[in-house]
């Protein structure tokens, strides 16, 4: 329904960059959208080349799409070099150049950065456990990560399985994991 309720603020004004911006996002989230979603943020980032939000969400649309995460990277620098303060922009960052090889380190920059502007942020210390899981010797900052994702919001499954996971990864700690890993089959079935 917010379709043509767009197109129809478009007709009006087709400089309208919000209603670019938010036309790309609603068509991002249907199926077979994303090609329409790219086109609306394009149009949107021509009429205001500094908009922080259309180059979050056009990083976002070529994040969805095999092959695009080079320039996913991109169109996220380019967000935070307007707005650097844009946790979403650097954690979506931090995602993509995690499963970019060989960037995992600028990862855990990106999600520290978030950290420092909230450290109540249980996504933030779920992702860099994440991330420093890839690391060889850097198992236990994980655990820290992690203990403090679900220290933040105790009903976070996805934290309480990738504890559960370290933790059994060290020896003597498996009854540890498997309470984590049960925790998250209640929260989560």
Known sequence: EAIPEFNTALRINPDYVEAHVD??????????????AI??????????PDSAEA???????????????????QQYETALRINPADTDARTNLAVAMTQKPGHVTEAISEYEAVLKINPDSAEAHSNLGAALVLIPGRLPE?????????RIHPAFAEA??????????IPGRLPDALAHYQTAIRIRP
Do not use: T
Request: aromatic share 4%; proline share 5%.
């Open 23 to 36: 036309l790309g996002a609603v068509l991002a989230d249907m199926p077979g959208g994303l090609p329409e």
């Open 39 to 48: 086109a609306e943020y394009e149009l949107a980032l021509r009429i205001k």
């Open 55 to 73: 180059h979050h969400n056009l990083g976002n649309a070529l994040a969805k799409i095999p092959g695009r995460g080079a320039d996913a990277i």
């Open 142 to 150: 994980a655990i820290h990560e992690y203990e403090e994702a679900v």
């Open 160 to 169: 309480h399985y990738n504890l559960g996971s370290a933790l059994a990864k």
